[in-house]
């Protein structure tokens, strides 16, 4: 795949500081306009969660263990959701990330079955923010209608934004300039996102860790996030 | 040339075949109206989906295809009846095809067109489906065509435009038939559609060779349609989906599938327009025995997938495997009855081949089994995928069920309009057979014999 | 000028064929119009070479060019990234390709076919609705007026039911 941008976003995600807290998940609802749902769409399958914490129960009491994850678009390199769409509404950019294009969307919805991570979620019913809920809603997103693929773009908006700044100023982004909303908000610092493709930035430094795997790796998606755990996946 | 028992002259035999011409009973408008109906309900649900939303259906994430896509494969797969009855039985001048070939081609035209519109309903926002449309336009854009689904579309509409052309070839020659039998707007009807036909000799050696060809060049059409279709799942990285065997599986379901449903339709035009003359336990003899064929074919297609993904037990095909397995028992075992168990045991006995109630039992069962086959193939996959947090599963709404119900009853309308209007039974074809026949003496014998080449 | 003889079976139509020879009609100008297919030679004999397979021919390389356009074509005017896939991909293109071939070869069979039979006629050619209920016209194509009463004569003589110059199909 060619780099024609100096970027290459990533994001590394350190298991051994996330607490589960979930303040990533709620920082991107609010930042990304995404849909409330109620309980009766989440027990029917339709949660709209762009970043979901994966919470397994081990062992029996008093011996209970939770394992928990973060998930989110893993923004793969060689993604399997862009290639099955038909129209084009997902596609790769030059950062390397993946695109969703809503007002393209015909909801056919192939790239959701085809995303082994299952992190991207369809618009099944036609969300509204009842008033003064419509107060919250982010102008540098758009509302999605029924009808669309969404999920997470590593809050493409605000690295657009970071990308404008530095352009005015005439250098590159600087690393650490532009945190997506969960980075922002993870109270543990456990969330990192960065420039991958600068050896020199946290994000890339971090992603050299002895620690690191990523999610499904044998499926050749070759995904940007990266999670560390001291002791391996099985220790998660 | 000696006197066989019962000799009909053409305009008998034109009287029999064409019956089904002439003016509907109360009892068709009944028909046409009940299913009309059902489609109009089908209707109304669809609408209601495109105007409040696609919560409407059973889907959820991660099962984000079904029923609607599900009867796309099965009505993709019902389309291969014709063109491979027709056009394999033609190539092989098999001379018992002939009363077969109209309804079989006829059924393939209307299940690709049901088949068509499913993308069309399974879309989240139906309205711009012309986004998927190739055309030039001042944005710039194209759709694209590394997507299966377009592949699809361009299979689809071939397939339609051939098929429907194969269809009418076929009629040409009783389409002038019908004209010159025929007063008012159906003489002008059939006298547009013939073209003009005479029945020179010329015009006859023409149309065998556009025959032949036409036959030929259909054949890898379906061939590659149903492959394409096939390719929508296997091109994926779904466990369970990602499997080389699926154009091939797909195809033989396909031709399993389309073959049953002729013999069924056949039963029913059989009884409907009194046509026992013509379709006679010889018939559903020899289309049991190309019906034990691809059934054996399907079981082994069936058994070979089934047995790499046991032998190789990888984690997650495994569980994919043994979750549909368990979840759907008897959802499987009904469609391995349906379509291995009872098509082998039965259709290998010649009185059972030519028994009518056991083939429309058979071939009934088939289909049923080939509709669990898609179910069971598009479900369990997705409801067990690589993530597994995000398992779940999947119950169709009454919005898809209704449409189901009125993809059925649509193609059955069609059917029966087509059946009103247009020769059910290739009336040339079979009184071609019948000129030919002749008796010839042979030794202390007198054999029948058709003279001249196919 | 055409010439039409309605014969009641193949037996009285095959006579009047061979009359018709026997007076110096040539098998070409001599046709029978049937509504079920006999084999050839029975009543006459026709050219069994065609050529609208050419035409079937032509349209499948036309359609394969159009196929590849679309395919190729289109990725490359509106080149999008997707996954790891070249823009111009070599199965997808092929797929389409094929496609769009067999689309065209299958409409230019027909179309050939219909050019070939010279279908739908120009002008009125005699027909008559008997035919369709099993009798056999004898049409025959004769240079001159003479020679055109000569053979209504065999064809009465011979059994004809009724002659006819017209009748458009």
């Given at each position: ?21 979930g ?43 939770a394992?928990?994850?973060p ?43 085809n ?8 618009n ?30 590593f ?11 530095a ?13 997506p909303?969960c ?8 969330l990192v ?44 | ?8 002259s ?57 029923f ?54 399974h879309?989240?926002?139906?309205w ?6 190739p ?18 579309m361009?299979?689809?509409v ?36 013939a ?26 059409v ?5 492959s394409?279709?096939?390719?929508d ?40 327009f ?31 997938e ?24 008897p ?22 081949r030519?028994?009518?109630g ?67 039974v ?19 014998a ?9 | ?21 026997g ?42 060019g ?45 179309v ?38 000569r ?11 009724r ?7």
């Amino acid at each position: 795949m060619k780099l024609t941008s100096p970027y290459k976003w990533g994001m590394v995600i350190d298991l051994d500081r996330c607490t589960g807290c979930g303040a990533c998940v709620v920082a991107c609802q609010a930042e990304n306009n995404v849909a409330i749902c109620d309980e009766k769409e989440i027990a029917e399958g339709r949660s709209m969660h762009w970043l979901r914490i994966e919470r397994f129960w081990v062992g029996e009491y008093p011996e209970v263990r939770a394992r928990f994850l973060p998930v989110l678009c893993q923004q793969c390199g060689d993604a399997p959701c862009e290639p099955v769409c038909p129209v084009y509404a997902s596609y790769h950019n030059p950062d390397g990330l993946n695109g969703q294009v809503y007002n393209r969307c015909v909801g056919t919805r192939y790239c959701g079955n085809n995303c082994p991570y299952a992190v991207r979620v369809f618009n099944f019913y036609p969300h509204r923010w009842p008033e003064p809920l419509d107060n919250q809603l982010s102008p540098d997103v758009s509302v999605r209608p029924r009808g669309v693929m969404e999920k997470c773009t590593f809050c493409i908006q605000r690295i657009r934004r970071a990308k404008e700044d530095a352009k005015a100023d005439g250098r590159q982004i600087r690393d650490g300039e532009v945190r997506p909303a969960c980075a922002q908000t993870c109270p543990s610092e456990a969330l990192v996102f960065g420039n991958l493709a600068d050896p020199q930035s946290r994000a890339a430094r971090l992603a050299r860790s002895p620690r690191r795997f990523r999610l499904l790796e044998g499926l050749g998606t070759h995904p940007s996030v990266y999670y560390l755990k001291g002791g391996g996946r099985e220790n998660v | 040339m000696s006197e066989k028992p019962v000799v009909k002259s053409a305009e008998q035999l034109n009287d029999e075949m064409l019956s089904s011409l002439r003016a509907p009973t109360w009892r068709w408008y009944l028909l046409a109206f009940f299913l009309g109906v059902v489609v109009a309900f089908g209707l109304y649900a669809f609408t209601h989906q495109m105007l409040t939303g696609m919560y409407v259906t059973g889907l959820s994430r991660p099962v984000m295809w079904g029923f609607y896509i599900i009867n796309f494969v099965f009505w993709v797969g019902l389309s291969h009846s014709g063109t491979m009855v027709s056009s394999i039985l033609r190539l092989s001048q098999a001379n018992w095809r002939r009363p077969i070939l109209r309804a079989a081609e006829a059924m393939t035209v209307f299940t690709i067109t049901v088949a068509g519109l499913f993308p069309l309903i399974h879309l989240g926002r139906n309205w711009i489906f012309y986004y998927l449309i190739p055309y030039p336009n001042q944005r710039g854009l194209w759709p694209n065509f590394r997507s299966a689904l377009l592949w699809d579309m361009t299979a689809i509409v071939t397939y339609i435009i051939g098929s429907s052309l194969f269809l009418y070839l076929g009629m040409l020659p009783d389409l002038a038939v019908a004209r010159d039998r025929s007063r008012g707007w159906r003489r002008k009807l059939y006298g547009v559609l013939a073209m003009g036909w005479r029945g020179t000799a010329r015009e006859w050696t023409v149309f065998h060779q556009a025959s032949t060809l036409m036959a030929a060049l259909i054949i890898p059409v379906a061939v590659s349609v149903h492959s394409i279709v096939a390719w929508d799942f296997a091109v994926t990285v779904v466990p369970g989906w990602h499997s080389t065997i699926f154009p091939p599986y797909f195809v033989i379901g396909a031709i399993l599938s389309g073959v049953a449903a002729v013999i069924t339709l056949m039963i029913i035009i059989r009884k409907a327009f009194h046509l026992e003359a013509y379709l006679t336990p010889m018939h559903f003899d020899n289309m049991g025995k190309l019906l034990l064929v691809i059934s054996l074919l399907w079981t082994y297609a069936y058994f070979v997938e089934v047995q790499t993904t046991w032998y190789a037990h990888e984690p997650i095909e495994w569980e994919v495997f043994s979750f549909m397995a368990g979840k759907y028992t008897p959802a499987l075992l009904l469609m391995l009855f349906g379509n291995s168990l009872l098509p082998i045991a039965a259709l290998c006995f010649r009185r059972l081949r030519r028994s009518i109630g056991v083939m429309l039992v058979v071939s009934l069962l088939i289909n049923v089994g080939m509709f669990i086959e898609r179910f069971l193939i598009i479900v369990p996959s997705l409801s067990h995928k690589n993530m597994p947090f995000v398992w779940g599963t999947y119950r169709p709404s009454w919005v898809e069920i209704s449409v189901t119900a009125a993809a059925f009853a649509g193609f059955a309308l069609l059917y029966t309009l087509f059946a009103k209007c247009f020769p059910m039974v290739a009336v040339t074809d079979v009184r071609e057979l019948e000129v030919r026949e002749t008796e010839v003496t042979m030794g202390r014998a007198d054999l029948p014999s058709i003279a001249g080449k196919d | 000028m055409e010439t039409l003889g309605i014969f009641e079976d193949l037996e009285t139509s095959v006579r009047a064929v061979d009359r018709l020879i026997g007076e110096g009609f040539a098998e070409e100008e001599i046709t029978s119009l049937s509504s079920v297919p006999y084999p050839d030679g029975v009543i006459v004999r026709t050219d069994r070479r065609t050529w609208f397979r050419w035409l079937t021919l032509v349209c499948a390389a036309v359609g394969a060019g159009a196929g590849f356009l679309l395919g190729a074509g289109t990725a490359w005017l509106y080149p999008v990234q997707t996954g790891d896939k070249p823009i111009v991909a070599y199965f997808p293109v092929g797929i389409i390709t094929f496609e769009i071939t067999m689309l065209f070869a299958l409409v230019g069979t027909i179309v050939g076919m219909f050019i070939e039979m010279k279908l739908p006629p120009w002008g009125e050619r005699p027909y008559d609705p008997a035919i369709a209920e099993g009798c056999i016209g004898i049409c025959v194509t004769a240079p001159s007026a003479e020679r055109k009463n000569r053979a209504e004569q065999i064809m009465t003589e011979t059994g004809a039911l009724r002659i006819t110059a017209g009748g458009r199909p």
